[in-house]
């Protein structure tokens, strides 16, 4: 399982794998839950989980309940964006738990520890400039 951690003052995102056993104490988390960073090695850290998707790339929806696919009628959202005002589609999305199926985890920093992320996990995950 791969994390996304963003720090929302500089702006920059970290990547950090993680280990099948590190994996275990995320499970069954939902969006919007608070995430000690000692378990993942960022001392003091404080996280909030933000997103994520599923092995085969399906977005994590907050307003679906539980670690299910589905596929949902959506008007607005994460894993939709009507070409018109009013339109609505069905979508393949992931529930809002965090579950074996799960391959990618976004997280926010909500309180910093006494190191830096960079410090922690290497240079920030730069993006290409064409």
Known sequence: MKLVISEPKTGKSYQVELSEDKK???L???IGEKVEGSLIG???YEMEITGGSDDSGFP???DIYGSRKVRAHLGKGVGYRPESKGEKKKK???GNAVSSETSQV???VMKEGSKKLEELFGKPKEEKKE
Do not use: S, Y
Request: hydrophobic share 45%; proline share 0%; charged share 40%.
């Open 106 to 108: 976004n997280m926010r």
């Open 92 to 94: 393949m999305v992931r």
């Open 24 to 26: 275990a104490f995320l």
């Open 28 to 30: 069954d988390k939902k």
């Open 42 to 44: 960022a001392d003091g």
């Open 60 to 62: 994590m929806r907050n």
